[in-house]
């Protein structure tokens, strides 16, 4: 991808603060946004504002939807704890889309960030996976309004470990799946941002709408 690139990424933590440095070092103009939880829902809008000011707007903006902080049995989660890992993050990803169409420089590209479980399931993750699966369907409608505008979209799916955090209990998910076939799960900086960098490509513009998986090789799946 040509240098310059203006990136809006949205996310925090490890992941996030990888891919920033990934794509920085690759080349682009990156504002990071940290959404904010309000008890009216998430609030986006004043640091997506804040970070088309610094970059201009945006040709590729990347989301990492908030997960939860750990694994809840599905008899034993509470009608809030499903609120906070299934719809907090849609409503989030949603308010992305709706913060940023205004600003979206002419065919630029929505890329969500999601774990693999969005396609296998995960005990003990049932609202993440149930919100990962909507964004995915998110992406797709995404892409069928707007392309005619020439906006793209894009799910990238990752291994869950690089997106749930550790103390969560994501490892407890790693034994019921095959190893990946490299080896390794990935790291941001190295494996996945490259990635990111592809699709940010004018040549990547034919594909849209769709869900490509980095994952080492675990999820094989036609």
């Known amino acids: 991808m040509a240098d310059g690139t203006r ?8 992941l996030a603060d990888g891919l920033h440095d990934g794509l920085l070092d690759r080349g682009h103009l990156v504002a990071q946004v940290v959404p904010v939880r309000t008890d009216d829902g998430t609030d986006v809008g ?14 590729l903006v990347v989301h990492l939807p908030t997960v939860p902080a750990r694994a809840v049995a599905l008899i034993d989660q509470s009608t809030q704890q499903w609120v906070e890992a299934c719809e907090a993050p ?6 992305v889309v709706r913060a940023c169409r205004a600003y979206l420089s002419d065919r630029a590209r929505l890329v969500w960030v999601v774990p693999t479980v969005a396609m296998g ?3 003990g993750f049932v609202g993440f996976a149930a919100a990962a699966e909507g964004i995915r369907a998110l992406a797709k409608s995404t892409a069928r309004q707007w392309g005619p505008d020439g906006l793209t979209t894009a799910v990238l799916a990752v ?3 690089l997106v749930l955090p550790a ?3 994501v490892g407890a998910l790693v034994p019921t799946l095959a190893g990946p076939a490299l080896g390794r ?4 900086f190295g494996d996945i941002a490259p990635l990111l960098d592809l699709l ?3 040549s990547a513009r034919f594909m849209t709408g769709t869900t490509l998986v980095a994952d080492g090789g675990v999820w094989m799946a036609p």
């Open 7 to 14: 990136t809006l990424l949205v996310g925090d933590g490890p």
């Open 46 to 59: 004043t640091g997506i504002g804040t970070g088309i000011g610094l970059i201009g707007r945006p040709e």
């Open 90 to 95: 849609m409503a989030e990803a949603f308010a």
């Open 121 to 123: 399931g995960a005990a």
């Open 159 to 161: 291994a869950p470990e």
């Open 167 to 169: 103390e969560s209990g």
């Open 185 to 188: 799960s990935g790291d941001a």
């Open 200 to 202: 940010a490509d004018p």
